[in-house]
């Protein structure tokens, strides 16, 4: 990182204990002297799908935090969160968090269980919308899914808990491992739709969902672990019925790119609030 000498850039996976598994997010704990295009230029030149960059804006405990993918900044991203926090706790012990983004106030808790670290971010306020017809209709002619292969007991939405995910399901784990889409086609959908991945999930029982998420916005293929879209799935399923009010959802993701991660959502009885943990590990 010679460019950019004055921050260090630290590299942590998350949503798996192994560093060949779930995400890889770069992290800068200290940012303070980074602007915008130093900070887009870190992001693009680790190449990972998002780079978490923190100030501490007050004596509280709390941070600033910008997410950064190699193309653009974006509001909110979960996997670069739980890396940034396991990053801090490594640092200065487990704890509490308070991290202030751009979508909002995310707070954060790392515990210690066993040898392991795990994150536990609470998302902002979120909820879900409607997607029109014609734009379901462009989504799947992108990702060449056919509209008969859908499970319809997962209906099409947006659902948005810090960033927007068009959530898909599909009708068997098979048609979920066949993603070969059209990159630019969906970009430009998802570019007018201001979506940061679309969540593509295929129900494997009641609470275990496997699920997969193109980012093309992002300027990579398929996002391998992505807590963002998770936070934005679990209200999907509250709002929809799908799940109990105190539902723990296990999802699995990136076993198709092999780098598979495990993402736990939680739902809490009279909390609108998406909880989404993870552990994580520093890279090299």
């Not at 969902?209 to 996002?223: A, K, M, T, Y």
């Amino acid at each position: 990182m010679s460019s950019h000498s004055s921050a260090e850039v630290l590299r942590y996976t998350a949503f798996s204990a192994d560093p060949a598994g779930g995400n890889p997010a770069g992290v800068v704990l200290d940012a303070s002297r980074l602007d915008d295009t130093a900070m887009l230029a870190v992001a693009a030149e680790l190449g990972y799908s998002e780079s978490a960059f923190l100030t501490a804006p007050d004596g509280r405990g709390g941070h600033t935090v910008r997410y950064f993918s190699p193309k653009a900044e974006v509001p909110f991203c979960g996997h670069a969160t739980v890396a940034a926090a396991i990053a801090l706790a490594e640092r200065d012990g487990p704890g509490d968090l308070v991290f202030s983004t751009r979508a909002g106030t995310v707070p954060v808790t790392v515990t210690r269980e066993g040898g392991e670290l795990r994150a536990t971010l609470t998302s902002v306020e979120p909820h879900t919308t409607d997607v029109s017809p014609e734009d379901l209709t462009e989504a799947l002619a992108a990702l060449d899914w056919p509209a008969a292969q859908l499970d319809t007991a997962l209906p099409p939405r947006i659902a948005y808990a810090g960033a927007r995910h068009l959530v898909l399901a599909a009708a068997t784990r098979e048609r979920l491992a066949d993603l070969s889409y059209d990159f630019a086609r969906l970009e430009t959908l998802m570019h007018r739709l201001d979506l940061t991945t679309v969540q593509l999930v295929w129900r494997e029982s009641g609470t275990v969902f496997h699920v997969r998420d193109p980012f093309p916005v992002g300027g990579v293929v398929e996002d391998p672990a992505t807590g963002a879209a998770a936070a934005a799935f679990g209200a999907y399923a509250r709002e929809l019925g799908l799940v109990a009010h105190d539902a723990v959802l296990t999802l699995h993701q990136g076993a198709d790119m092999g780098r598979p991660g495990t993402l736990t959502v939680g739902l809490r009885p009279g909390d609108a609030r998406i909880r989404v943990t993870g552990t994580g590990t520093r890279i090299g």
